[in-house]
C-alpha cells in the first residue's frame, strides 16, 4: 500500500505503490513549494502553483517512469548466439550487418522524449504563476503556455520573456541549458512528432564478423540507455535548480 495520498471535497485518492521508488525524490523536491500557502501571492495564483506543481510532479514521474521501461527493455537483450537461431540469413552471414527491430522499446524511447519536453511546458506552466514570471503568459491562456526554445516572428522565446522580467541569471541558466541539451532533446522530439521514428536510431545489431549483439544506439550513436538517463539526470537538477534558486527566493512569506 503507498503512502502517497489526496483528499479532494469528499473523495480520497490513493497513487500507485509500484511508483513510489521513483516519485519519493520528486515529491521531496517539490514540498519545498508549500511555502506557497503561507505567502502573500493573491489566492487565484496560489490555487494554480499548488495545481501545476502536481503537475510537474505528475510529469517528471512520467520522465522516470519511461526511463525504468527503456532500461528493463535493454536488459533484456538476446545473446549473440541466440540472435543467429533468428534465421538462416543471420547464421550464414548473408549480410554484414542484421538490425533486429526492438519496437517497443522504440515507442518508449519516444514516449521518453514527449515526457521531457512536456515536463519543460509544465515548469513553464508553473513559473507563469509566481508574479515576477507572469510575463511568461502568452496572450492570456491559462494553460498553453509552452517551453519555447528559440524566438520566432510571432512570440519571444522563454528566455527572452525572462530577461524582459529582469531576472537575467535565470535566463542565462535556461540559456546554457538549452544549449547544452535542451535544443537537441527538442531536434528530436519534433522529428518523431512529423515523422514515423528517429532517423538513425538502431536497436539491437548482430555484427556478423564479430558474432556479438550491439546494443541499441541514438542516431548520434550514443547508447539508449545512457542517453536517457542523462538526460533524466539533467532535467531533474534543473528542476531542482530552478525551485530552490529562483523561484522559492521569490515567494514572500506573511
Not at 35 to 54: G, M, Q, W
Not at 111 to 127: E, G, H, N, T, Y
Not at 139 to 148: V, Y
Amino acid at each position: 500500500m503507498t503512502s502517497y495520498y489526496q483528499i479532494i471535497m469528499d473523495k480520497i485518492f490513493f497513487s500507485d505503490g509500484r511508483l513510489d521508488q521513483f516519485r519519493e525524490p520528486i515529491i521531496r523536491l517539490f514540498e519545498q513549494l508549500e511555502c506557497t500557502y503561507n505567502s502573500t501571492f493573491p489566492e487565484e495564483a496560489i490555487k494554480e502553483i499548488i495545481r501545476k506543481r502536481k503537475d510537474c510532479e505528475h510529469k517528471l514521474t512520467a520522465v522516470r517512469y519511461s526511463l525504468t521501461l527503456i532500461q528493463a527493455e535493454i536488459d533484456q537483450k538476446i545473446s549473440g548466439k541466440e540472435a543467429r537461431e533468428y534465421s538462416e540469413m543471420i547464421k550464414n552471414g548473408i549480410c554484414r550487418e542484421a538490425e533486429l527491430k526492438n519496437e517497443v522499446l522504440i515507442y518508449e524511447t519516444e514516449a521518453f522524449l514527449f515526457q521531457v519536453k512536456s515536463s519543460l511546458d509544465i515548469l513553464v506552466q508553473l513559473l507563469k504563476n509566481i508574479p515576477s514570471y507572469k510575463i511568461l503568459s502568452s496572450g492570456g491562456t491559462t494553460d498553453r503556455e509552452s517551453f519555447d526554445i528559440d524566438q520566432s516572428s510571432k512570440k519571444k522565446s522563454t528566455v527572452q520573456k525572462i530577461r524582459d522580467a529582469n531576472d537575467p541569471a535565470l535566463a542565462d541558466y535556461l540559456e546554457a541549458e538549452i544549449d547544452l541539451w535542451i535544443r537537441d532533446l527538442n531536434k528530436l522530439r519534433n522529428e518523431i512528432t512529423h515523422r514515423s521514428g528517429l532517423q538513425g536510431f538502431t536497436s539491437f545489431v548482430y555484427v556478423s564478423n564479430i558474432g556479438s549483439l550491439v546494443d541499441p544506439k541514438m542516431p548520434d550513436g550514443t547508447a539508449v540507455d545512457r542517453y536517457c538517463e542523462d538526460v533524466y539526470t539533467k532535467l531533474f537538477t534543473l528542476f531542482q535548480k530552478v525551485i530552490t534558486e529562483f523561484v522559492i527566493p521569490k515567494i514572500p512569506i506573511k
